[in-house]
């Protein structure tokens, strides 16, 4: 077996968090990163559950591997991550595919190198998942994605219950870290060139963390004060809050933190009161509205991004429109939209009154097409405007610059706006990671597209 690894990431932030520490704590013992899965000693796949595809596109990548497998290929097969919380997922494994070397789970990801390393030394197969997370471990190494942005957790789990959703059985009850823990580890980022932090949180709006200078309680707001303070960092993002507790308090730090970006992703999932009573939600409809109105008095310019789903068990034609409405009151920047995936184990999936694929999938296009409008309309007030972009890295789109072909030592480049624009531009390679001011020339549904007019905190070429 070589000494290199590649690591599969399906589903959320949290998950696309959790291979970086897999792969900060496989480089502390000298693995290296595969590019391809089929050099690689170790391949890990770290799974997602919140929707049936998930579940299918986790077996399918399984099944391609045991060819190699089968023909004797020395590596070691790993699997981990949400759909490990459920035993019905671990007895298919080990009936259909049992030449699976490593089964753990969310909780206990840190104790990934001592798998391996039993594994290696006793030539067995291992299965080491937890019900419930212990003690939050803190200082694990984090191999990042970028080096000038970073995702923290602030907290695990979810004591929501929303019906139809598994997260709260695959990743268990709410724990906070303490505040100085995460500022402590917010500077140390700093330090290392991370301008922009992603909070992490299922809902951070129940962040309740111990504070260790006194045992009393800091809420989420008082921690973006705190993170706001952290010198080096330019911009702060979180994700998701939940409607039913974001407070006043949490409005107005949008108005005094600085670095706060102007960008709410705030999940609504239906338009319909008794579709959301029926899901668990604990807010109505007009609840909501009342929400954004407020947060839009405060914060004229902010940028909404919601989830939906269609087709909950019982959703009638009156309450999707009831959907269609809300979504042509809020006029959100961008929305993301599911169709209602039973899962198994949770309450929905006992509901009577499933809806058929049909329905779903024609509510699903009409809902499509109201979100995309609002989305394109949004984006068509930026041209004009000049707006500061953090360069991320290089455009996955490489025509349409208006006719521009990059020059010489230029590069197609993208990157976000403080309302989470996604914006495509040319420019030198050497500014990912750097601050830009872009006009915007174009829009269209789901990205902008502009020219350099100014550049800040220059970094490699500055030097030259
Ligand atoms: N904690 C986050 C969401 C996590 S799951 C929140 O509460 O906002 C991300 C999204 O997946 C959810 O917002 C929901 O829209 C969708 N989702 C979850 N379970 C689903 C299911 N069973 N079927 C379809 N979509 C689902
Ligand atoms: Fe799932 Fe609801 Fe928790 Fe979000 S808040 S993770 S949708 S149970
Ligand atoms: Fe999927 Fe687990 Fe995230 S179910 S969406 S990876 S918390």
Not at 303 to 323: C, H, K, R, Y
Not at 391 to 400: P, Y
Request: hydrophobic share 35%.
């Amino acid at each position: 077996m070589n000494k290199s690894y590649h690591i599969t990431t399906f589903g959320c932030q949290m998950n696309e968090h959790d291979s970086e520490i897999i792969s900060g704590m496989l480089s502390e013992l000298g693995y290296e990163e595969s590019k391809e899965r089929k050099n690689a000693g170790i391949v890990i796949i770290n799974t997602c559950s919140v929707r049936e595809n998930a579940d299918k596109r986790f077996f399918g990548t399984l099944g391609q591997l045991k060819r190699r497998k089968e023909e004797g290929d020395d590596f070691l097969m790993c699997v981990c991550g949400c759909m490990m919380q459920q035993q019905h997922i671990i007895d298919t494994i080990k009936q259909k595919y049992p030449w699976v070397d490593i089964i753990f789970g969310t909780h206990n990801i840190h104790e990934f190198p001592k798998l391996v390393e039993n594994v290696v030394a006793e030539k067995k197969k291992i299965t080491d998942v937890w019900e419930e997370g212990g003690e939050i471990i803190e200082g694990l190494p984090a191999r990042r994605l970028h080096k000038h942005k970073a995702f923290v957790n602030i907290m695990y789990g979810c004591n929501n219950f929303c019906t139809y959703c598994i997260v709260p059985y695959t990743r268990g009850r709410e724990r906070s870290r303490k505040p100085e823990e995460i500022v402590r580890e917010i500077q140390a980022l700093a330090e290392d060139g991370v301008k922009e932090v992603m909070l992490l949180g299922q809902n951070v709006n129940s962040y309740r963390g111990l504070r260790e200078s006194d045992g009393s309680i800091a809420d989420f707001t008082d921690l973006l004060y705190m993170i706001n303070e952290i010198e080096g960092i330019e911009r702060i993002r979180f994700m998701t809050s939940h409607p039913k507790d974001l407070s006043e308090k949490l409005i107005e730090a949008f108005v005094q933190c600085r670095k706060l970006c102007k960008s709410l992703h705030l999940p609504v999932q239906s338009g319909s009161s008794e579709v959301l009573r029926r899901m668990n939600r604990r807010y109505t409809k007009e609840d909501y509205l009342a929400l954004v109105s407020k947060l839009r008095q405060a914060v004229p310019e902010i940028a909404l991004t919601t989830d939906i789903i269609v087709g909950f068990p019982g959703e009638s034609e009156e309450d999707f429109a009831e959907t269609l409405d809300l979504c042509q009151k809020v006029q959100y920047d961008s929305a993301f939209t599911f169709l209602y995936s039973i899962r198994r184990g949770t309450p929905a999936e006992k509901y009577e009154d499933q809806i058929p694929e049909e329905i779903k999938h024609c509510r699903f296009n009409r809902l499509v097409e109201v979100v995309n409008a609002s989305s394109a309309q949004k984006n068509a007030a930026y041209v004009g405007r000049v707006v500061r972009v953090l360069v991320d890295g290089e455009s996955k789109r490489e025509r349409g610059y208006g006719g521009e072909k990059p020059g010489s030592g230029m590069t197609a480049l993208a990157g976000r706006t403080d309302t989470f624009k996604l914006v495509n531009f040319i420019g030198a390679k050497e500014l990912i990671g750097s601050f830009v001011e872009v006009e915007i020339t174009a829009a269209n549904t789901f990205s902008l597209t502009g020219k350099i007019v100014g550049k800040e905190n220059f970094s490699v070429a500055d030097k030259k």
